[in-house]
């Protein structure tokens, strides 16, 4: 099993900046020696939809071009934690944050079905 767990959600007004951590754990996920985390959101109505992932090994990370250049993925393999800074917060940014890992060790995906584990999100909201 793997367990993934999301904090730091909240609310926050335009401009702002707010920074996501999801914790990893579960035997199977020790087992792992690759893959990738990634970072998706949802907003009310609308598809979940990719913002960031980054190789479990370190190096590479890719960005949905709505987030590049605000957003920030990052991870701390010794306490298992992927980390999402968001700055120059938009309302359309408002949405439920999912951490979510993908146990392979070829490249990334944008598309939420190739993703194996999931957290149980964590709300941001973005007041105008």
């Known amino acids: 099993q793997v367990q993934l767990v999301e904090s730091g959600g909240g609310l926050v007004q335009a401009g702002g900046s707010l920074r996501l951590s999801c914790a990893a754990s579960?035997?199977?996920?020790?087992?792992?020696?690759?893959?990738?985390f990634g970072w998706f959101r949802q907003a009310p109505g609308k598809e979940r939809e990719f913002v960031a992932s980054?190789?479990?090994?370190?190096?590479?990370?890719y960005y949905s071009d709505l987030v590049k250049g605000r957003f920030t993925i990052s991870r701390d393999n010794a306490k298992n934690t992927v980390d999402l800074q968001m700055n120059s917060l938009k309302p359309e940014d408002t949405a439920v944050y999912y951490c979510?890992?993908?146990?392979?060790?070829?490249?990334?995906?944008?598309?939420?079905?190739?993703?194996?584990?999931w957290g149980q999100g964590t709300q941001v909201t973005v007041s105008s």
């Open positions: 980054i190789r479990r090994s370190g190096g590479s990370t």
């Open positions: 979510a890992y993908r146990p392979y060790y070829g490249g990334s995906s944008p598309y939420p079905e190739d993703w194996n584990y």
């Open positions: 579960g035997r199977t996920f020790s087992s792992y020696a690759m893959g990738w």
